[in-house]
């Protein structure tokens, strides 16, 4: 079977008629009735998400997105019969470490625009020139910013041996990951897939992946976010049983109706960042947000990721965290995390490979319910959440060089 392996240049460039196409589906949403008193507890409450929309087709500029994000180098290449794009982006430090990040759901890799000229040139934005990384931002197969998924298969463990093999096509033998959500899962299982080249594994708030024991004692604050976890349980994991069992079904309206995915993305946005903030805009910057929703759109990433879910949560792992044995792994609907919600009981990297958690305040990570000995940094925030590259961009900056100063 002829194999390509060779690595293109890539441009956002966006036609004016899907462009048009997607004012003209804005402007001709059918509304539901908004209720009275309704708010979020309901999902994206409707008056809110009016709003919302209407300044998507009106006020918010997608070609000065585009700008923006053509101005980092970003390629695409084939593996495994499927086109991956990614960013790539050099630092001009020669002795940068080299750092894949991945972004989670439902994201895609424009979280990251806040953090990319910190992380490559600190010397320009107040930092130490020896903490520099070239960063290799992938977009998960399916998601926003990559080429629609043709074939069944792509979930999380064939997403981390296409992800080893881009770093091996790229030349980089010794190198970190990063991520959060289904990236933290991403970040873990490659120093499983590439233990010889992973030389530190960095996450933000990963699940939880073995479940409180009768006697195991919590602090107050453990005990406030297994609350939070349990409640997710209940009444915060619909999306996640549906994309599990029925991705085709949520496909068709993602697909069809730009709303339809705002409201599904937005809600999580809501629900997922800093407790502190009341609307996804007080937490992260509109447009930033709208840039993901709208690569989404025009990748049909909503039924990308969807079908990705089913195949994480439906698909065999090839590689389990060490130390956990299968009674003690929740069950997928009984997922205490965020996000994908089950790929992130697989991260743990093994005590071999140093890894580093970052815990923000919407987190629900517990220390005794993750690490099985191979967390050698564990630091907990007073802000942020979820989405902690566009949320709390300095911290997770900040945590990020201080861990890999240590293994570098």
Do not use: C
Not at 210 to 225: H, I, M, V, Y
Not at 252 to 263: I, K, N
């Amino acid at each position: 079977m002829e194999t390509h392996t060779e690595i293109r240049p890539s441009r956002i460039d966006i036609p004016q008629a899907a462009l048009d196409d997607l004012h003209e589906r804005l402007a001709r949403t059918r509304w539901p009735v908004a209720l009275p008193g309704v708010g979020w507890e309901r999902g994206t409450p409707i008056g809110y998400l009016r709003e919302l929309a209407d300044y998507w087709r009106t006020g918010f500029d997608w070609r000065a997105e585009e700008e923006r994000l053509n101005a980092y180098p970003q390629y695409t290449t084939e593996i495994d019969g499927q086109e991956i794009h990614f960013l790539h982006v050099r630092s001009p430090e020669p002795d940068a470490l080299p750092l894949l990040m991945s972004h989670g759901w439902p994201s895609t890799a424009v979280e990251f625009e806040k953090v990319i000229g910190p992380l490559t040139d600190p010397r320009r934005h107040g930092g130490n020139p020896s903490r520099a990384f070239h960063l290799v931002i992938p977009s998960l197969p399916g998601f926003g910013l990559s080429p629609e998924v043709v074939t069944t298969g792509w979930g999380l463990p064939r997403t981390v041996d296409a992800y080893a093999e881009l770093m091996r096509r790229l030349g980089y033998d010794r190198y970190g990951t990063q991520g959060g959500d289904i990236g933290a899962g991403v970040a873990g299982m490659l120093a499983g897939a590439a233990p010889e080249a992973v030389v530190g594994v960095h996450m933000n708030g990963p699940t939880n992946f073995t479940k409180p024991q009768a006697g195991q004692e919590f602090t107050e604050r453990e005990q406030e976010r297994l609350r939070v976890a349990e409640d997710f349980g209940t009444n915060g994991s619909g999306y996640l049983a549906l994309q599990s069992n029925q991705p085709s079904t949520i496909a068709v309206a993602l697909t069809d109706s730009p709303v339809a995915q705002l409201a599904w993305i937005v809600e999580k946005f809501q629900a997922w960042t800093d407790p502190a903030k009341q609307l996804p805009e007080e937490a992260v910057d509109r447009d930033q947000l709208l840039a993901s929703v709208t690569a989404t759109w025009f990748s049909q990433g909503g039924a990308g990721s969807a079908n990705f879910v089913y195949e994480s949560m439906n698909g065999e792992l090839d590689w389990s965290p060490p130390g956990a044995e299968d009674d003690q792994r929740p069950d997928a609907e009984e997922e205490d995390g965020q996000g994908q919600g089950g790929e992130e009981a697989d991260w743990a990297a093994g005590p071999s490979v140093p890894t580093a958690v970052a815990v923000f305040a919407a987190d629900m990570s517990v220390r005794a319910l993750i690490d099985s000995g191979q967390i050698t940094r564990w630091t907990e925030y007073e802000v942020g959440g979820h989405f902690a590259a566009m949320e709390a961009p300095d911290e997770l900056v900040g945590d990020i060089r201080e861990f890999f100063a240590t293994v570098r």
